[in-house]
């Protein structure tokens, strides 16, 4: 998972420089002290100590300051934040979130990583108002499976509610027990609020072959043109979700490098608008070099 925003100073920010500085000061003002019980002993100030070996121990313990520092805005930031926590860490941010979804709270799925694993516990957390937000819904789904990747909620009046899968596996498409568990976890009368009938139904895949020109700078290789491909392919698998439009904004953000110096989509020629049933999945994407400029 990445996180937004800069990491949050919990203890202190740690600059070397300044810690080898304040270790010399608090040595000068602990020799100054020596010194009044033993006048023989040599003066010392910030500019004759440099040459001193002493100061050779002194930036050892500013390093060692450093990394103490850093360790401990490490442990603090993953013990408050489950974005910054990792294998154990995690659980305990799990264990802790006890919401009507999860009163035992959010436990980990056999196998399940890390990043997916804090990313149920964020959803658990936004989702805790019952018939409120729509991560209450999606909460709730992958509680009941881990595979569901996304769902999408369409509302049809009169408390019909259609809820499609999107599956981890399987190339998106939900299999039938995937679908059970699911809607046995949604129709449940501990979670589906009174006025509301939800319908568990699977995703619609439509796949998509893109065609891209590319403009590369002169000294990039055209090799480059197959690793922008299975990048931007890569990236996109990650990020599907139901009712995700594929615009040429998006296809192109997904092609873009420092290498590349301009993009135009052939293919599809035009936005792509998905709804809560629909998903799309890119099956090829052919970036094709039609130049060089800088």
């Known amino acids: 998972m990445t996180f937004s925003y800069p990491a949050p100073t919990i203890h202190a920010e740690y600059d070397y420089e300044i810690l080898r500085s304040q270790r010399i000061a608090e040595f000068l003002a602990s020799w100054a002290d020596m010194r009044q019980r033993l006048p023989d002993l040599p003066a010392y100030d910030t500019q004759s100590i440099e040459n001193e070996t002493a100061v050779i121990a002194l930036g050892a313990a500013a390093k060692g300051d450093m990394f103490l520092i850093a360790r401990s805005n490490d442990v603090a930031r993953a013990a408050l934040l489950v974005d910054y926590a990792q294998d154990g860490d995690v659980d305990l941010h799990g264990l802790a979130t006890k919401v009507p979804a999860h009163p035992?709270?959010?436990?980990r799925h056999s196998g399940?990583?890390?990043?997916?694993?804090?990313?149920?516990?964020?959803?658990?957390?936004?989702?805790?108002?019952?018939?409120?937000?729509?991560?209450?819904?999606?909460?709730?789904?992958?509680?009941?499976?881990?595979?569901v990747r996304s769902i999408g909620l369409d509302y049809r009046g009169q408390g019909q509610l259609d809820i499609y899968l999107l599956a981890r596996d399987n190339g998106g498409v939900p299999d039938r027990a995937m679908l059970d568990t699911v809607s046995a976890r949604l129709t449940a009368a501990g979670?589906?609020?009174?006025?509301?009938?939800?319908?568990?139904?699977?995703?619609?895949?439509?796949?998509?072959?893109?065609?891209?020109?590319?403009?590369?700078?002169?000294?990039?290789?055209?090799?480059?043109?197959?690793?922008?491909?299975?990048?931007?392919?890569?990236?996109?698998?990650?990020?599907?979700?139901?009712?995700?439009?594929?615009?040429?904004?998006?296809?192109?953000?997904?092609?873009?490098?420092?290498?590349?110096?301009?993009?135009?989509?052939?293919?599809?020629?035009a936005d792509l608008v998905a709804d809560p049933s629909r998903a799309y999945a890119i099956r090829s994407i052919t970036p094709r070099l039609a130049g060089r400029k800088r």
């Open 191 to 269: 979670v589906r609020p009174r006025n509301v009938m939800p319908t568990v139904k699977s995703a619609i895949i439509d796949e998509i072959d893109v065609v891209a020109d590319v403009w590369l700078f002169p000294d990039a290789a055209e090799s480059r043109l197959a690793e922008l491909a299975a990048d931007a392919k890569a990236t996109h698998n990650a990020e599907q979700a139901l009712d995700r439009d594929l615009t040429h904004h998006y296809l192109t953000r997904l092609l873009d490098a420092g290498d590349v110096y301009s993009i135009a989509i052939v293919a599809p020629t």
């Open 104 to 107: 035992a709270g959010v436990v």
């Open 112 to 147: 399940e990583s890390d990043a997916d694993y804090a990313a149920r516990i964020i959803e658990a957390r936004a989702g805790s108002s019952a018939a409120g937000p729509d991560e209450w819904w999606l909460t709730h789904a992958r509680a009941a499976d881990a595979r």
